[in-house]
C-alpha cells in the first residue's frame, strides 16, 4: 500500500518556466490537498479538491492550476514559475470519518532561480 | 492575528525531562483538533488526535481547553528520537478543506 505518491522529488526552474508536481492515492479517498510550506511558517493550502472533478481554492492559489482527473489523482501546474514559488510542497488527502488522519506525500523541493 | 498560533521555540530539553508547549487557535467552533510531528526537510506525519477529555498515547498527553481555545502537547520521559517540530492542526468547520496549520514548534531533545 503506498499512500500518497508525489513527484518529483526535487525540481530546480527558471523564471518563467512551467512544470507539473503530480499526486496520486491509492486510499480512495474523496479529498485531496496541494499545500506548501515555507520556514517559519505552517503549512498553506493551496488548492483543494473535495471529490473527482471539483477543485477550490484554498489560502494562496494564485500562481497555481489544479487538476482532479479522476479520485487517485491531483495534479498541481505553475504555469509560469516565479522565485517567490520556491518551497517545499506537499500533497496530502483525507477519508471522510470523523477524525481520520490526514495522509501527506514525500514532498516536492522546487527552487525557482 | 493567525487563526493558529505556536510558540516556534526551539526547546532545548534533557534526555529524559518533560517538555510541554500550547497552541492556541482563533476558532471557538473548531470542532477537531491533531497534533503531527514533522522531521526536518519531510512530510508530516499524525502523532495524535486530540479529544475533549484529554487522551494520552504512551509517553504523549494531549490536551484541549476549549474555554481558552487551546491544546497542548506534553512529552514525559523524553528520548533523542523526540527531536522534530510538532505541528499543530485544527479543524474549524465540517469542510475537511478548512485544516489549519501551526506553524509549528521545534523540540531538540539533547543527551
Known amino acids: 500500500n503506498a499512500g500518497v505518491t508525489q513527484t518529483p522529488k526535487f525540481q530546480v526552474l527558471k523564471t518563467g518556466q512551467s512544470m507539473t508536481l503530480q499526486c496520486a492515492q491509492d486510499m480512495n479517498h474523496n479529498s485531496m490537498y496541494w499545500y506548501r510550506q515555507d520556514p517559519g511558517m505552517g503549512l498553506r493550502l493551496i488548492y483543494y479538491?473535495?471529490?473527482?472533478?471539483?477543485?477550490d481554492k484554498g489560502e494562496v492559489p494564485n500562481g497555481y492550476n489544479v487538476s482532479r482527473l479522476n479520485k487517485r489523482e491531483f495534479s498541481l501546474r505553475l504555469e509560469s514559475a516565479a522565485p517567490s514559488q520556491t518551497s517545499v510542497y506537499f500533497c496530502?488527502?483525507?477519508?471522510?470519518?470523523?477524525?481520520?488522519?490526514?495522509?501527506f506525500g514525500s514532498g516536492t523541493q522546487l527552487s525557482v532561480l | 492575528r493567525k487563526e493558529v498560533e505556536q510558540d516556534p521555540g526551539p526547546f532545548n530539553v534533557p534526555e529524559g525531562a518533560t517538555v510541554a508547549f500550547n497552541c492556541t487557535y482563533s476558532?471557538?467552533?473548531?470542532?477537531?483538533f491533531f497534533w503531527y510531528r514533522q522531521d526536518c526537510r519531510k512530510e508530516p506525519k499524525l502523532l495524535m488526535s486530540v479529544y475533549s477529555s484529554g487522551n494520552e498515547d504512551g509517553r504523549f498527553t494531549a490536551q484541549l481547553n476549549r474555554a481558552s481555545q487551546y491544546i497542548s502537547l506534553l512529552i514525559r520521559d523524553s528520548k533523542l528520537s523526540d527531536s522534530a517540530t510538532y505541528l499543530c492542526?485544527?479543524?474549524?468547520?465540517?469542510?475537511?478543506?478548512?485544516?489549519?496549520f501551526g506553524a509549528g514548534t521545534q523540540v531538540v531533545v539533547t543527551p
Open positions: 479538491s473535495a471529490s473527482e472533478g471539483t477543485t
Open positions: 496530502a488527502s483525507i477519508g471522510e470519518a470523523t477524525n481520520e488522519k490526514l495522509f
Open positions: 476558532n471557538s467552533a473548531s470542532q477537531s
Open positions: 492542526v485544527v479543524h474549524p468547520t465540517d469542510s475537511w478543506g478548512k485544516l489549519q
